[in-house]
């Protein structure tokens, strides 16, 4: 089964407006999320670590005004895009360290959300 | 710093037949980890394997198989009797600690009927 749970899967919204991602994790804590963008065709850069009860830490050249990163709880990190403009869209994918049982990959993905600024 | 190159942007095989994708990675850290991951249409990443910069054994998973080579710095990954489901991008990362993960660029495999 899943062990991160990223919702919406896609998301269309006019310029200006914002957009909240959210990340989960399934069955387990998370003090660490990392964020990552992927434009088309390209590789997955990572814009941001969520730590739990504390400031993001932002990648260079990645606004934190423009890219707000909220880790409420250890289930739980929000990505919102405010004032989103046609250049922010992309994909974005969260992504959390877990070392379980369900393999031998530390890096758990959610399934990513398709965001399409009009 | 670290880096990893995925050379072949894209590559198309018809059903099959065999195909190695190329990962080469720059890093200073002697111990490291490296991984291969598939990202089919639909976007998720699944996971294909892990691999400790200690431990250069090659390793076969059914029609999958790597070889690691700290000499040339490779992680090669080769998909023997390509199938058309096996059409993705493919994508080699890095990562030292745990901590960040660096991906390549990707190649995009299609397999033909």
């Known amino acids: 089964g899943a062990v991160v749970s990223q919702h919406p899967s896609w998301v269309i919204c006019k310029s200006g407006t914002s957009v909240k991602i959210e990340c989960r994790s399934l069955?387990?804590?998370?003090?660490?999320m990392f964020w990552y963008r992927q434009f088309p065709k390209q590789s997955l850069m990572l814009m941001a670590t969520?730590?739990?009860?504390?400031?993001?830490?932002?990648e260079q050249g990645v606004e934190k005004d423009k890219f707000l990163i909220n880790h409420a709880s250890l289930t739980l990190s929000t990505l919102t895009v405010t004032s989103a403009h046609p250049e922010d869209s992309s994909f974005y994918i969260c992504?959390?360290?877990?070392?379980?049982?369900?393999?031998?990959?530390?890096?758990?993905f959610g399934n990513g959300t398709r965001l399409t600024v009009t | 710093a670290q880096k990893v190159t995925q050379a072949q942007t894209e590559i198309s095989v018809v059903e099959k037949e065999d195909v190695t994708l190329d990962c080469v990675y720059e890093?200073?850290?002697?111990?490291?980890?490296l991984f291969w991951y598939k990202q089919p249409p639909s976007g998720e990443l699944v996971f294909l394997i892990r691999?400790?910069?200690?431990?250069?054994q090659n390793e076969i998973s059914g029609r999958y198989s790597w070889n690691f080579q700290k000499s040339t710095s490779s992680f090669n990954f080769t998909i023997t009797a390509s199938q058309v489901v096996d059409s993705a991008v493919y994508f080699c990362?890095?990562?030292?600690?745990?901590?960040?993960?660096?991906f390549g660029s990707g190649t995009k495999l299609n397999v033909k009927p």
């Open positions: 691999r400790n910069s200690f431990d250069e």
């Open positions: 069955d387990f804590q998370a003090t660490t």
């Open positions: 969520s730590n739990e009860g504390s400031k993001a830490t932002y």
């Open positions: 890093t200073r850290d002697t111990t490291y980890y």
């Open positions: 990362a890095l990562s030292v600690g745990f901590n960040k993960f660096y």
């Open positions: 992504s959390v360290p877990y070392f379980g049982i369900r393999g031998n990959s530390p890096l758990h």
